[in-house]
Protein backbone atom coordinates (compact mmCIF):
# COMPACT_ATOMS: atom_id res chain seq x y z
CA UNK A 1 0.00 0.00 0.00
CA UNK A 2 1.09 3.67 -0.64
CA UNK A 3 3.54 5.05 2.19
CA UNK A 4 3.47 8.49 3.94
CA UNK A 5 6.85 9.79 5.75
CA UNK A 6 6.40 12.10 8.05
CA UNK A 7 9.20 13.66 9.74
CA UNK A 8 10.60 14.47 12.52
CA UNK A 9 8.37 11.80 15.01
CA UNK A 10 9.05 14.78 17.99
CA UNK A 11 10.52 18.00 18.41
CA UNK A 12 11.51 20.21 21.19
CA UNK A 13 12.33 23.12 21.19
CA UNK A 14 12.68 26.81 22.56
CA UNK A 15 10.46 29.53 22.49
CA UNK A 16 10.61 31.90 19.13
CA UNK A 17 12.51 29.40 17.05
CA UNK A 18 11.44 27.73 13.73
CA UNK A 19 10.78 24.23 13.56
CA UNK A 20 10.35 22.46 10.03
CA UNK A 21 8.30 19.14 9.86
CA UNK A 22 8.46 17.15 6.50
CA UNK A 23 5.83 15.02 4.87
CA UNK A 24 7.11 12.66 2.12
CA UNK A 25 5.31 10.05 -0.28
CA UNK A 26 7.61 7.16 -0.91
CA UNK A 27 5.85 5.50 -3.78
CA UNK A 28 3.11 7.54 -5.04
CA UNK A 29 3.20 10.85 -6.65
CA UNK A 30 0.66 13.52 -4.36
CA UNK A 31 -0.66 16.42 -5.78
CA UNK A 32 -2.57 17.14 -2.80
CA UNK A 33 -1.31 16.57 1.07
CA UNK A 34 -3.15 17.92 3.51
CA UNK A 35 -1.95 19.26 7.20
CA UNK A 36 -3.81 18.61 10.64
CA UNK A 37 -3.33 19.57 13.84
CA UNK A 38 -4.24 17.36 17.12
CA UNK A 39 -4.40 18.42 20.68
CA UNK A 40 -4.95 15.41 23.43
CA UNK A 41 -8.17 13.21 23.09
CA UNK A 42 -9.42 15.44 20.30
CA UNK A 43 -10.10 14.76 16.61
CA UNK A 44 -7.68 15.97 13.87
CA UNK A 45 -8.35 19.79 12.69
CA UNK A 46 -7.55 20.24 8.97
CA UNK A 47 -5.10 23.26 9.13
CA UNK A 48 -4.24 23.61 5.53
CA UNK A 49 -4.67 22.20 2.06
CA UNK A 50 -1.70 21.71 -0.05
CA UNK A 51 -1.47 21.65 -3.70
CA UNK A 52 1.87 20.91 -5.33
CA UNK A 53 3.62 24.22 -7.12
CA UNK A 54 0.59 26.45 -5.71
CA UNK A 55 -0.36 28.43 -3.04
CA UNK A 56 -2.01 26.27 0.31
CA UNK A 57 -5.49 27.25 0.94
CA UNK A 58 -5.24 27.43 5.10
CA UNK A 59 -8.42 26.56 6.79
CA UNK A 60 -10.22 29.87 8.97
CA UNK A 61 -8.06 30.84 12.08
CA UNK A 62 -4.89 29.44 10.90
CA UNK A 63 -2.46 31.99 10.28
CA UNK A 64 -0.54 31.49 6.78
CA UNK A 65 2.65 33.58 8.17
CA UNK A 66 2.69 31.72 11.25
CA UNK A 67 2.46 28.06 9.76
CA UNK A 68 4.57 28.18 5.88
CA UNK A 69 3.32 25.43 4.04
CA UNK A 70 5.44 24.70 0.97
CA UNK A 71 5.06 21.88 -1.86
CA UNK A 72 7.45 21.63 -4.39
CA UNK A 73 7.05 18.63 -5.43
CA UNK A 74 5.35 15.85 -6.20
CA UNK A 75 6.56 13.79 -3.30
CA UNK A 76 7.26 16.68 -0.60
CA UNK A 77 5.24 19.03 1.35
CA UNK A 78 6.77 20.93 4.42
CA UNK A 79 5.38 22.25 6.98
CA UNK A 80 7.65 25.37 9.34
CA UNK A 81 6.05 26.31 11.82
CA UNK A 82 7.62 30.22 12.83
CA UNK A 83 8.72 32.05 15.84
CA UNK A 84 7.10 28.88 17.63
CA UNK A 85 5.62 29.62 21.26
CA UNK A 86 4.00 27.22 23.81
CA UNK A 87 0.87 27.85 22.72
CA UNK A 88 2.00 26.16 19.23
CA UNK A 89 2.96 22.63 21.47
CA UNK A 90 0.77 19.90 19.36
CA UNK A 91 0.50 16.87 17.46
CA UNK A 92 0.62 17.37 13.72
CA UNK A 93 -0.02 15.14 10.87
CA UNK A 94 -0.26 15.43 7.01
CA UNK A 95 -1.88 13.20 5.07
CA UNK A 96 -1.97 12.51 1.02
CA UNK A 97 -3.61 11.05 -1.61
CA UNK A 98 -2.73 9.82 -5.03
CA UNK A 99 -3.67 12.46 -7.64
CA UNK A 100 -6.22 14.78 -6.97
CA UNK A 101 -8.72 14.76 -4.08
CA UNK A 102 -11.73 12.40 -5.23
CA UNK A 103 -14.26 11.63 -2.10
CA UNK A 104 -13.67 7.50 -2.77
CA UNK A 105 -10.38 7.48 -2.57
CA UNK A 106 -9.10 6.47 0.79
CA UNK A 107 -6.33 8.88 2.53
CA UNK A 108 -2.95 7.91 3.76
CA UNK A 109 -1.66 9.51 6.85
CA UNK A 110 1.89 10.39 8.24
CA UNK A 111 3.01 8.69 11.72
CA UNK A 112 2.45 12.13 12.92
CA UNK A 113 4.51 15.11 14.94
CA UNK A 114 5.08 15.64 18.13
CA UNK A 115 5.90 19.45 18.66
CA UNK A 116 7.03 20.76 22.42
CA UNK A 117 7.74 24.08 22.72
CA UNK A 118 9.50 24.86 25.85
CA UNK B 1 -23.40 21.05 7.26
CA UNK B 2 -23.21 17.58 7.47
CA UNK B 3 -22.21 15.98 10.90
CA UNK B 4 -21.00 12.93 11.90
CA UNK B 5 -21.80 11.54 16.05
CA UNK B 6 -19.81 8.58 17.52
CA UNK B 7 -20.26 7.66 20.85
CA UNK B 8 -17.27 8.96 22.90
CA UNK B 9 -16.07 5.14 23.96
CA UNK B 10 -16.71 1.64 23.72
CA UNK B 11 -15.20 -1.64 25.29
CA UNK B 12 -15.67 -4.63 24.27
CA UNK B 13 -13.70 -8.46 25.22
CA UNK B 14 -11.14 -10.13 23.27
CA UNK B 15 -11.96 -12.10 20.02
CA UNK B 16 -15.58 -11.11 20.01
CA UNK B 17 -16.92 -9.13 17.44
CA UNK B 18 -17.56 -5.37 17.90
CA UNK B 19 -20.25 -2.99 16.69
CA UNK B 20 -19.26 0.67 16.38
CA UNK B 21 -22.31 2.80 15.66
CA UNK B 22 -21.69 6.14 13.13
CA UNK B 23 -24.91 8.83 12.82
CA UNK B 24 -24.67 11.31 9.93
CA UNK B 25 -28.01 12.23 9.40
CA UNK B 26 -27.28 14.78 7.22
CA UNK B 27 -25.38 12.52 4.69
CA UNK B 28 -25.49 13.74 0.85
CA UNK B 29 -25.97 11.49 -1.60
CA UNK B 30 -21.97 12.03 -2.76
CA UNK B 31 -21.11 12.02 0.14
CA UNK B 32 -18.73 8.57 1.16
CA UNK B 33 -18.71 6.80 4.54
CA UNK B 34 -14.81 6.40 5.60
CA UNK B 35 -13.29 4.78 8.34
CA UNK B 36 -10.07 5.50 10.00
CA UNK B 37 -8.42 4.51 13.21
CA UNK B 38 -5.52 5.93 15.30
CA UNK B 39 -3.42 4.39 17.66
CA UNK B 40 -1.91 6.74 20.65
CA UNK B 41 0.59 9.48 19.09
CA UNK B 42 0.52 7.89 15.91
CA UNK B 43 -1.04 9.00 12.54
CA UNK B 44 -4.69 7.71 11.53
CA UNK B 45 -4.81 4.20 9.58
CA UNK B 46 -7.29 3.35 6.56
CA UNK B 47 -9.68 0.78 7.71
CA UNK B 48 -12.63 0.92 5.31
CA UNK B 49 -14.96 2.86 3.21
CA UNK B 50 -18.18 2.87 1.35
CA UNK B 51 -21.50 4.98 -0.46
CA UNK B 52 -24.22 2.90 -0.92
CA UNK B 53 -23.62 -0.91 -0.18
CA UNK B 54 -22.19 -2.90 2.70
CA UNK B 55 -18.20 -3.63 2.28
CA UNK B 56 -15.86 -6.02 3.27
CA UNK B 57 -12.49 -6.27 3.61
CA UNK B 58 -9.53 -8.03 5.31
CA UNK B 59 -9.92 -5.69 8.65
CA UNK B 60 -13.38 -5.08 8.71
CA UNK B 61 -17.04 -4.91 7.52
CA UNK B 62 -18.87 -1.30 6.76
CA UNK B 63 -22.77 -1.77 7.00
CA UNK B 64 -24.54 0.99 5.82
CA UNK B 65 -28.04 1.76 6.86
CA UNK B 66 -30.66 2.09 3.34
CA UNK B 67 -31.12 5.65 4.16
CA UNK B 68 -27.23 6.27 4.64
CA UNK B 69 -28.17 8.14 7.59
CA UNK B 70 -25.98 5.73 9.36
CA UNK B 71 -23.34 3.04 9.35
CA UNK B 72 -21.63 0.29 11.83
CA UNK B 73 -17.88 -0.68 11.32
CA UNK B 74 -17.46 -3.90 12.38
CA UNK B 75 -14.57 -6.18 13.87
CA UNK B 76 -15.24 -9.89 13.44
CA UNK B 77 -13.34 -10.33 16.28
CA UNK B 78 -11.63 -7.91 17.99
CA UNK B 79 -7.95 -8.36 19.10
CA UNK B 80 -5.84 -6.23 21.76
CA UNK B 81 -4.00 -4.30 19.02
CA UNK B 82 -7.92 -3.62 17.85
CA UNK B 83 -7.55 -0.90 20.53
CA UNK B 84 -7.65 2.58 19.04
CA UNK B 85 -9.50 5.72 18.50
CA UNK B 86 -11.77 4.84 15.78
CA UNK B 87 -12.95 7.99 13.51
CA UNK B 88 -15.85 7.98 10.99
CA UNK B 89 -15.81 10.57 8.46
CA UNK B 90 -17.47 11.58 5.25
CA UNK B 91 -15.90 12.83 2.80
CA UNK B 92 -17.20 14.76 -0.05
CA UNK B 93 -16.27 16.93 -3.63
CA UNK B 94 -13.76 16.42 -6.06
CA UNK B 95 -11.23 19.19 -7.02
CA UNK B 96 -12.04 22.17 -5.57
CA UNK B 97 -14.45 21.34 -3.19
CA UNK B 98 -13.21 18.53 -1.71
CA UNK B 99 -14.26 18.01 2.31
CA UNK B 100 -13.96 15.91 5.28
CA UNK B 101 -16.21 15.96 7.97
CA UNK B 102 -14.99 14.52 10.85
CA UNK B 103 -16.44 12.43 13.73
CA UNK B 104 -15.18 12.70 17.06
CA UNK B 105 -13.79 9.39 17.23
CA UNK B 106 -14.97 6.08 19.62
CA UNK B 107 -12.26 5.10 21.64
CA UNK B 108 -12.15 1.22 21.85
CA UNK B 109 -11.47 -0.23 24.75
CA UNK B 110 -10.27 -4.32 24.46
CA UNK B 111 -10.34 -6.30 27.48
CA UNK B 112 -8.22 -9.64 27.66
Known amino acids: GAVVSQHPSWVICKSGTSVKIECRSL??????MFWYRQFPKQSLMLMAT?????????EQGVEKDKFLINHASLTLSTLTVTSAHPEDSSFYIC??????????????FGSGTQLSVL | DAKTTQPNSMESNEEEPVHLPCNHS???????IHWYRQLPSQGPEYVIH?????VNNRMASLAIAEDRKSSTLILHRATLRDAAVYYC?????????????WGAGTKLIIKP
Open chain 1, 50 to 58: SNEGSKATY
Open chain 1, 27 to 32: DFQATT
Open chain 2, 50 to 54: GLTSN
Open chain 1, 95 to 108: SARKGGPRAREKLF
Open chain 2, 89 to 101: ILVSGGDSNYQLI
Open chain 2, 26 to 32: TISGTDY
